[in-house]
T-cell receptor, first 115, second 114 residues
Framework: DTGITQSPRYKITETGRQVTLMCHQTWSHSYMFWYRQDLGHGLRLIYY???????DKGEVPDGYVVSRSKTENFPLTLESATRSQTSVYFC??????????????FGPGTRLTVL | GNSVTQMEGPVTLSEEAFLTINCTYTATGYPSLFWYVQYPGEGLQLLLKATKADDKGSNKGFEATYRKETTSFHLEKGSVQVSDSAVYFCALYILTGGGNKLTFGTGTQLKVEL
């Protein structure tokens, strides 16, 4: 697969369990992002990464952990899942963050349900 | 802080009707403005963008003009099709040194019926 892939596409878990959502890109884009999409909130940024080994918090980082050891992968971990983390999660990339015209490219999303 | 306000949906139109989805923003500085579209079951994709005042972005028959005086970026299309049914997100970006971070509106669902 080329572009951005996310796995799994659907996940059901229980409160308190650890869950990892995977994001993989084939473009070697510098920037990668994790968003969550909730009704009434649109998309909110969880974490982003400017390059391998460089990550930073977004708007709603609590309860999430990220890492980026390789340029192409950007996993998102929920260390102890809560019901409030039930959401659709989108990974996105952009080639370069310094340009105001730079486009973000989105993956297909992971629908996570925490029971 | 920066924010984007969109009209609430769903917006339901008949095929070939004229579409307007309102978007206004609040920002410190001079943002770039974007419209993203999300088709059912898919991720977002860029529809159009404008980077300075009075710029017009256009794509697939959709247009939006960056109006600095009214802080608006309304999306328009002269004749919608059933295939335009999707959720539309207005977004802004300001270069702050913190990277390419978009601020999104809450999205407006469009339903086009035959």
């Amino acid at each position: 697969d080329t572009g951005i892939t996310q796995s799994p596409r659907y996940k059901i878990t229980e409160t308190g369990r650890q869950v990892t959502l995977m994001c993989h890109q084939t473009w070697s884009h510098s920037y990668m992002f994790w968003y969550r999409q909730d009704l009434g909130h649109g998309l909110r940024l969880i974490y982003y990464s400017a390059a391998a080994d460089i990550t930073d918090k977004g708007e709603v980082p609590d309860g999430y952990v990220v890492s980026r050891s390789k340029t192409e992968n950007f996993p998102l971990t929920l260390e102890s899942a809560t019901r409030s983390q039930t959401s659709v999660y989108f990974c996105a990339t952009s080639f370069f963050a310094g340009a105001s015209t730079d486009t973000q490219y989105f993956g297909p999303g992971t629908r996570l349900t925490v029971l | 802080g920066n924010s984007v306000t969109q009209m609430e949906g769903p917006v339901t139109l008949s095929e070939e009707a004229f579409l307007t989805i309102n978007c206004t923003y609040t920002a410190t500085g001079y943002p770039s403005l974007f419209w993203y579209v999300q088709y059912p079951g898919e991720g977002l994709q860029l529809l159009l963008k404008a980077t300075k005042a009075d710029d017009k972005g256009s794509n697939k028959g959709f247009e939006a003009t960056y109006r600095k005086e009214t802080t608006s970026f309304h999306l328009e299309k002269g004749s919608v099709q059933v295939s335009d049914s999707a959720v539309y997100f207005c977004a802004l970006y300001i270069l702050t040194g913190g990277g390419n971070k978009l601020t999104f509106g809450t999205g407006t669902q469009l339903k086009v019926e035959l």
